[in-house]
């Protein structure tokens, strides 16, 4: 401590190098957690998307149970939409049907639990649900969903 107190000038180099840490760790953290790249989302094979990244899921028990995984946010009309890229789902007998608005849009079964989809856009205010099908064994099964939320405002 002795000779700190001696030495001005290493007390200034210290000080220096602290404060440029601090800058440079500061403008690192600005460039990476901007919304200019945060918002930037692709899919490396199509179109890319601007938006939040979500990702739903909802438990399913037994046959014939119905679930929301999702709702758009927002009132029909309003400039939102989400671009739904994934579904996932157990491995159930029958599979997993997956309901946009309450029509038919996807189903999963044993040998495809999954599906990508190109980035199928869905208005705002609908609602996404998963059902399992009358032949389902009784038990737990999961549902999931992702995709990019277009044009809702900043949580």
Known sequence: MKRLQKNPLLVGAIATLLAMI????WASTNLHGSKSNVNKFGSGNGQSVKGFWVTASTALSGPSDTQTVYTVPGNPGDPIDFSLTDFCSSSVT????LDVGGSFFAQTTPDHPCYAF????????????CSTSSSASAGTYGCSISGALNGAKTP
């Open 94 to 97: 029958g599979g997993v049907e």
């Open 118 to 129: 190109g980035g199928r856009e869905i208005s705002a205010g609908t609602t996404i649900t």
């Open 22 to 25: 601090v800058s440079i760790s």
